[in-house]
């Protein structure tokens, strides 16, 4: 479990069931637990400067 | 000629045996499918076999060659393709039972290719589950087994092409690679996987996992393979919406065995990360060969290497989920449940994320490109470590316990996040018998350089020769 948690178990469970995940399973403390895990490993993105960098969209590279 | 001898010859040495008529199409397809049956019920290497339409076509290809229709290298040789790979008439299951009945009606333009170049289609490959994992576990139609210890994993997500090519079941395999779904099966299992540029080999037809990460390529046991296969399946596709409109070169001119004056870029960042001492010894070991024989290799600093794990995995995880959308509502219960938690959980990045991960990409793209403004080549390990047990949580590298996911795709996802070619070949054997990689990364659509590095340094060991115990 990360030491921060960016999401409360409430919205998780809010999100889940909007997104239509079936939160009566016995698989979603497990789900919550790899969300958990998953948003903080994202957290490193934000101390990547990316004022200057435009989301490259067309993915390809040069000569496509 | 000895079958076996016949399952172990490349595509190269074949083709010329086929178009001299020293050999029949027909003898190679009868000695593949004579290997399969006996190394099959431990390799697990097959979805879908397809034995009787391979001779079959073996036949035809037999009668065009003595007729003095021979169309090129790959006429009558036998290929796999990962079971992703839309075939016309044969089931395609993405490594699920969802998709057990599922047979598309048409070839997938990679297919298309083989078929017009005369190869021969012994079946479809295992693989994990929708090409999300890096090991080969698969519950639905059982788990792929590493040919050189059937306790250890293939290396994913194209694990059956890893097992099937290295244990001479077929001459020619594909896969997909998304974070390294080629060469980390190649580099575990000992045999050469091309990740060409993305947008060079088309993904029309194919399941995707990440539209902007997916990238189909050859495995092959030799570099000669792998230029011959990508002379075959490299072109623009209209049907393809990232499809590169480049030249095509002939890939064979590549192999000229000559890598003088050669720059090859080392980030030192590849050693500081978790690494096996071993796997970095034999991969130091193969710079210094290439040094020796006239490359300048230099120590070169890429920051932005720590940041390559959390820009893919918010790209793919949000793509995957996105695509698969309509297959969680429908089916979840269905999933392998690892497949489903990583689907499920996708659906929790923000749009936000996603487009500060592309952000980044942006940035991790730029300082990848300057660096190979001063090196012609990046290198490094493909692999932290060797082929883990089947199922393992974690594995080892050097002093560092690591999950075995962000372990297996640590040297890998970097070239998905820049589209940019790299090859794995092996490069040494550890005490316990299990391959070594090497990974060769150029800049986008010079797959010529990168294939001759390749070339050079497989043609100066003797690696890519050894065969597993099986």
């Not at chain 2, 065009?64 to 839309?86: M, Q, S």
């Not at chain 2, 070991?285 to 893919?312: C, H, N, Q, R, T």
Request: hydrophobic share 40%; charged share 20%.
């Amino acid at each position: 479990m990360p030491e921060e948690s960016r999401l409360s178990k409430e919205a998780f469970l809010f999100m889940a069931e909007s997104a239509g995940i079936d939160v009566t399973g016995e698989h979603v403390d497990e789900l919550f637990s790899i969300v958990q895990a998953t948003l903080a490993g994202l957290d490193s993105l934000k101390e990547i400067d990316v004022t200057d960098a435009e989301p490259d969209m067309s993915f390809a590279p040069d000569g496509a | 000629m000895d079958p076996l001898e016949i399952c172990y010859m490349s595509a190269g040495q074949l083709s010329g045996l086929i178009q001299s008529k020293e050999i029949s199409p027909v003898e190679v397809i009868d000695a593949h499918l004579a290997r399969i049956d006996a190394t099959e019920p431990i390799l697990n290497s097959f979805i879908t076999l397809l034995p009787d339409e391979a001779r079959a076509a073996a036949r035809r290809a037999e009668a065009d060659i003595r007729a003095g229709k021979y169309r090129g290298p790959l006429h009558g040789i036998p290929v796999g393709l990962k079971d992703l790979f839309n075939t016309a008439g044969v089931r395609t299951t993405s490594g699920s039972k969802i998709f057990d009945n599922f047979i598309p009606a048409e070839d997938c333009t990679v297919a298309t290719k083989f078929r017009q170049a005369g190869s021969i289609l012994l079946g479809k490959l295992n693989m994990h589950q929708f090409a999300y994992g890096p090991t080969g576990e698969n519950p639905d139609y059982g788990h792929m087994h590493n040919p050189w210890d059937p306790e250890l994993v293939t290396g994913g997500s194209s694990g059956g092409s890893g097992s099937a090519t290295v244990a001479g079941q077929c001459t020619i395999t594909t896969g997909s690679d998304t974070g390294g779904s080629v060469r980390i099966p190649a580099a575990l299992c000992g045999i050469v996987g091309l990740k060409p540029t993305y947008g060079l080999v088309s993904r029309h037809g194919l399941t995707p996992l990440s539209w902007s990460l997916d990238h189909p390529g050859p495995m092959v046991r030799t570099v000669e393979d792998a230029a011959l296969t990508m002379n075959v399946i490299a072109g623009h596709d209209s049907k393809d919406v990232a499809s590169a409109k480049v030249d095509i070169p002939d890939y064979t001119t590549a192999l000229t065995g000559d890598v003088k004056g050669l720059r090859i870029g080392v980030p030192e960042e590849y050693f500081e990360a978790p690494l096996d001492p071993n796997v970095g010894q034999a991969v130091r070991d193969a710079l210094d060969l290439l040094e020796s024989m006239g490359a300048e290799v230099k120590p070169v600093s890429f920051p932005m290497f720590k940041d390559a794990f959390p820009i893919s995995t918010a790209i793919l995880m949000a793509e995957a989920s996105a695509f698969h959308r309509d297959l969680l509502a429908k089916d979840a219960d269905k999933l392998y449940p690892p497949i489903r938690l990583r689907l499920e959980a996708g659906l929790f990045i923000s749009s936000a994320d996603y487009l500060r991960a592309q952000q980044a990409r942006t940035l991790f793209d730029r300082q990848t490109r300057q660096l190979l403004e001063d090196v012609d080549l990046l290198a490094g390990p493909t692999e932290p470590v060797t082929a883990p047990k089947i199922l393992a949580a974690r594995v080892q590298a050097g002093e560092t316990s690591l999950g075995t996911t962000p372990a297996l795709t640590q040297y890998t996802r970097p070239y998905n996040i820049t589209g940019m070619p790299a090859i794995s070949i092996p490069c040494g054997f550890s005490d316990a018998g299990l391959p070594y990689a090497l990974q060769l990364a150029g800049r986008p659509f010079d797959e010529l350089t990168v294939l001759r590095a390749a070339h050079a340094y497989e043609q100066a060991t003797d690696w890519h020769k050894r065969r597993p115990p099986i």
